[in-house]
């Protein structure tokens, strides 16, 4: 027991012991051998908000790769070939900027949410619960039985019932991995590809086939065997939430005020003139932890805000009729000094920076240009005079970034006079959807229009209504260094 109820002259205070718990993981023993967690099923209003949340995600999840907004996938992540749909919407690496905004905003909204609620990601939001409680751990509790009845498994002989439940259960674990990488890889390549892969067989894709079965042996070792282990050892977000949280976040709670001196129960019996707390030492909140923590000890690290206790603690005051909430989402604060839960300026000040980050990021998203130009000068070469005009090439490339085929022209903005000359084509110039249109173009400008040996000038883009999509700056070689 870690904390310890003493009456005093002034107020019931509690004594923190020596906190040994703190000294290890819960899943570990003395010797430092993996201590196994067989967590209880859990069940409650928490529990059932937690599937809800986690079966609507895993619909998401599954369903995503296979939604297209105007042909374009919804979500693609193709890092090799340089290729990102966010909401049917192209990006390409001129947009990274954009993307790299859009994480650092992603990664402040977390900072912000665990601030005010702690680790509450992780218990509802999190993939790695989401999977783990919500597909793998059903499929075992369908298998081998709730708690007791998977440790008497465990701990009995390789008999053939052992045999064939573990069989079974590493089957299906083994079948939704691969299941889950298949759907891993359709983000990234898109689903067609990967029917196409599959269909083509490994000899002609060994490189495909062999990134598959390497995802698919990592998701099956994840969740068959390192587990909770992922939360407590490697998540970096456990290691941060050490930081982030303060006495006024709001997290799992035990109220060791309400619930100390602990003891059993006893019926008729009066806790209050034994000097006893509402906690009966029933452990239920403990067996039902799938990070093997006891919440009595406090906030923990291995603790992710999953609310099993909350069931558990629940369940067990309705049954000997005491309130609820003696395990309960609230701040540190709140339970020691009773004070309600307030906006904090450090909160404010997150929430300031996140707002600014949501504000510019979605102000770069709707200025976004629907066509990227660029205009190069082939390396080597230089200007040449043609009917008293001087002329200089141009290499062009334009990115159409929307879904539809457009049609531009170019035209020179600064200085005036420059005429252009699209080799090999009129001067209005077709663009495919999501595609870049390349060529070579001559623009020329009367002699006494160029001052400098290399001028800069401007080249717009433009629409068939005669709007300017793009702008681009260079430079145009000329014979003279200064007209004098």
């Not at 409650?44 to 079966?55: A, C, P």
């Not at 510019?360 to 066509?371: A, E, I, M, P, Y």
């Not at 170019?410 to 209005?428: D, Y």
């Amino acid at each position: 027991m870690s904390v310890k109820k003493q009456k005093t002259d002034f107020e019931n205070a509690y004594v923190v012991e020596a906190e040994t718990f703190r000294d290890s993981v819960g899943t570990m023993d003395n010797t430092g051998n993996r201590k196994w967690v067989f967590p209880r099923k859990p069940k409650g209003r928490y529990t059932n908000y937690r599937n809800l949340v986690g079966n609507v995600l895993l619909i998401i999840f599954f369903v995503l790769p296979f939604i297209k907004i105007n042909g374009n996938p919804l979500l693609k992540f193709n890092i090799l070939d340089r290729e990102f749909f966010i909401f049917g919407q192209p990006f390409y690496p001129q947009d990274f900027f954009i993307l790299t905004i859009g994480v650092i905003t992603g990664l402040i909204f977390i900072t912000l949410f665990t601030v005010v609620f702690g680790r509450i990601f992780c218990g509802w939001i999190c993939p790695q619960t989401i999977f783990m409680e919500g597909v793998f751990r059903k499929i075992e509790y369908m298998i081998e039985g709730d708690r007791n009845k998977q440790i008497r498994l465990d701990s009995q002989p390789w008999t053939t019932e052992k045999i064939w439940k573990r069989a079974l259960k590493w089957t299906l674990f083994i079948l939704i991995s691969l299941v889950v990488s298949h759907l891993m890889f359709s983000y990234i390549v898109g689903y067609e590809r990967v029917v196409q892969i599959v269909k083509e067989g490994p000899i002609k894709n060994y490189d495909n086939f062999l990134v598959m079965i390497l995802f698919t042996a990592a998701f099956y070792f994840v969740f068959a065997w390192f587990r909770e282990q992922v939360c407590t050892l490697v998540c970096p977000y456990g290691r941060l939430q050490g930081v982030l949280i303060d006495k006024q976040t709001i997290n799992v709670f035990y109220d060791f005020k309400r619930g100390e001196n602990r003891s059993k129960w006893r019926k008729n019996e009066d806790r209050k003139a034994a000097g006893k707390g509402d906690c009966i030492d029933c452990g239920q909140c403990v067996v039902v932890c799938p990070t093997g923590i006891d919440i009595r000890n406090g906030q923990q690290l291995e603790c992710i805000n999953c609310t099993a206790c909350i069931d558990a603690c629940d369940d067990v005051m309705d049954k000997i009729g005491l309130p609820r909430g003696l395990v309960r989402y609230a701040s540190e604060d709140e339970i020691e000094k009773g004070e309600k839960f307030r906006i904090t300026l450090r909160m404010k000040a997150y929430a300031m920076v996140l707002l600014l980050l949501v504000v510019g990021s979605l102000s770069l998203l709707l200025n976004r240009s629907d066509v990227e130009g660029k205009f190069i000068k082939p390396a080597g070469t230089t200007y040449y005079l043609k009917d008293n005009r001087i002329v200089n090439s141009y290499n062009y490339t334009l990115l159409n970034k929307s879904n539809e085929d457009k049609i531009v022209t170019i035209k020179v903005i600064s200085p005036e006079k420059g005429e252009i000359e699209i080799i090999g084509a009129m001067n209005k110039i077709i663009m495919k959807r999501d595609a870049s249109t390349k060529g070579t173009m001559n623009i020329s400008f009367p002699t006494e229009e160029i001052n400098f040996s290399k001028q800069n000038i401007v080249i717009g883009v433009y629409d068939l209504k005669g709007e300017l999509i793009d702008s681009y700056k260079t430079f145009f070689e000329g014979p003279f260094k200064m007209a004098l």
